[in-house]
């Protein structure tokens, strides 16, 4: 099971990116996949997350109206889109899952696998 995130860069305040995760190994629609950040000096949060069981999808209050994580099946790919970028979004992101087949969002400490992060710096 392997999960690579890619996307980061940097961007001006109230821009956009959007990360993808992709998968090897398996078949990520049938897997909850989850989006965490970490920034200088904090520790990691859930952002994100998109579950296998019913599509649900669910955003951290700080970034709900401006984050969407979305699938794309057809590429295995989870993707987090990010509109109106704030300074305080600048973090590794990364994306991980559980591993459990057709399982819904588990909690932040279920998370198993991981992928190398992608770097977000948010900054004019």
């Known amino acids: 099971v392997q999960l690579q995130a890619s996307g980061g860069g940097l961007v001006q305040p109230g821009g956009s990116l959007r990360l993808s995760c992709a998968a090897s190994?398996?078949?990520?629609?049938?897997?909850?996949i989850g989006w965490f950040r970490q920034a200088p000096g904090k520790e990691r949060e859930g952002v994100s997350c998109?579950?296998?069981?019913?599509?649900?999808?669910y955003v951290v209050d700080s970034v709900k109206g401006r984050f969407t994580v979305s699938r794309d099946n057809a590429k295995n790919t989870v993707y987090l889109q990010m509109n109106s970028l704030k300074p305080e979004d600048t973090a590794v992101y990364y994306c991980?899952?559980?591993?459990?087949?057709?399982?819904?969002?588990?909690?932040?400490?279920?998370?198993?696998?991981w992928g190398q992060g992608t770097l977000v710096t948010v900054s004019s």
């Open positions: 998109i579950s296998s069981s019913d599509g649900s999808t």
């Open positions: 991980a899952t559980d591993g459990r087949y057709g399982s819904s969002c588990p909690p932040p400490g279920n998370y198993v696998y």
């Open positions: 190994g398996f078949t990520l629609d049938y897997y909850a």
